[in-house]
Structures are given as C-alpha cells and as structure tokens.
C-alpha cells in the first residue's frame, strides 16, 4: 500500500533558525512527491513537487526539499524561518498509477 | 492564476437533510478531487472526476456522491447527512490526468451536521 509519514506532529523553530519538515515515502514504481502548506482557515497551496531529476527540489517562498531514495525521504527544509511561515504542511506522495496520498500533516510554529 | 471556489465557507445542517457542496474552477482543467480534512487524518480522498460526467472513488466515497455535468463545476451530495460527516470539505482540480499534476485547492467547507 502506497502511504507517506509525516513523524512530527509539531515543529518549533525561533525566527531567522533554519527549519526542517520531515517526510518520508513508502511507494510502488517512481515516487512522485510534493509539498503543500495550509495557512488558517485556507486550502492548501503547492510549494514544489519531485518526480525526477535533481534530488535538491526548490520551490516557493524560499523552501527547498531534499529527495533521498536510500533513505525513502522528502524533508522540506528552509535556511532561515519566518514567523510568516507559521501554517500546516503536508507531504502527498504516489508512485506508479496511483492517486496521490496525504498524510496527516505537521503544524509548523515560528517564534519571535 | 487558477481559482478554485467553493460555494460555502460554513454550513451548518441537520441529520438527514441532503447537502450539496459546489465546486467551480476557472482554467478548464480536467481534473477535480472532493476530499474531506479531520485532525489527526489529514486529507482524504472522496470522490474524483477526469471528465464530464465521469467519477471515480476515491478512498472514503460511502455516504458520498458527486455530479459533474459541466467541466467547470464538480458537487458533492450528503445524501442524507449525519454528525460523523462533520468535517471540513476541500475541492481541487489539476490540469491533467496525471498524479505529477499540482492540485489548486478551494478555501473550503467547514460542515457541521447537528
């Protein structure tokens, strides 16, 4: 079965820190993954997606996520964090002729 | 940009009436999703479309129907609704029949069935 894990239900991070959003994949054939991020009371908005080709994936708003096949991972990751930032983030992922499957996402909370 | 609108933001019903959400997308894609949004759950997939008058089940369809008879609108229909459909309701679409494709969401339905 096709599934995606998001470990940590909470991130902290104190602004101007980088960050880190861990995922990781269990998928049949080619993974393609993404990235969303849900700010309150908003859907979700696309961030950057892997599906081939280099393993550093950027995206918007400055993220970035690192695809590791040894490892099955796609954490996000950004350099330095913004109070802004603060918003639910999931890690969809599918393989081969398969539908895309969320998981149950982690809130990110940037302080001061 | 894409926009994705979803008729009601808040919805409050009664067990058993019948609830339609709707869903309209303004860049002709070919794709539109239902998924319902819970703590603890994530997001998960209720219905899909590849096409007009075309639907797919997705993982949680029971209770659940849709409709799409125009390219641009896809509903979901609450036959009859009870409390543990309390959710909220996201729409997307995509342009392509691909799982590669970006999904654009809607702003959602938050539905409370009392």
């Known amino acids: 079965a096709q599934s995606v894990a998001q470990p940590e239900d909470q991130v902290n991070v104190a602004e101007g820190n980088p960050l880190t959003v861990k995922c990781t994949y269990s998928?049949?054939?080619?993974?393609?993954l993404f990235w969303y991020v849900q700010y309150p009371n908003r859907g979700l908005q696309f961030l950057l997606k892997y599906i081939t080709g280099d393993n550093l994936v950027k995206g918007s708003y400055g993220f970035e996520a690192e695809f590791n096949k040894s490892q099955t991972s796609f954490h996000l990751k950004k350099p330095s964090a913004l109070v802004s930032d603060s918003a639910l983030y999931f890690c969809p992922g599918a393989g081969t002729a398969s539908k895309l499957t969320f998981g149950t996402g982690t809130r990110l909370q940037v302080t001061l | 940009d894409v926009k994705v609108t979803q008729s009601s933001r808040y919805l409050v019903k009664r067990t058993g009436e019948k609830v339609f959400l709707e869903c309209v997308q303004d860049?002709?894609?070919?794709?539109m999703f239902w998924y319902r949004q819970d703590p603890g759950l994530g997001l998960r997939l209720i219905y899909f479309s590849y096409d007009v008058k075309m639907k797919e089940k997705g993982d949680i369809p029971e209770g659940y129907s849709v409709s799409r008879e125009k390219k641009e609108r896809f509903s979901l229909i609450l036959e009859s609704a009870s409390t543990n459909q309390t959710s909220m309701y996201l729409c997307?679409?995509?342009?392509?029949?691909?799982?590669?494709?970006?999904?654009?969401f809607g702003s959602g339905t938050q539905l409370s069935v009392l």
């Open positions: 860049m002709d894609h070919e794709n």
């Open positions: 997307a679409s995509s342009l392509q029949r691909s799982v590669g494709e970006k999904l654009f």
């Open positions: 998928v049949s054939g080619n993974p393609y």
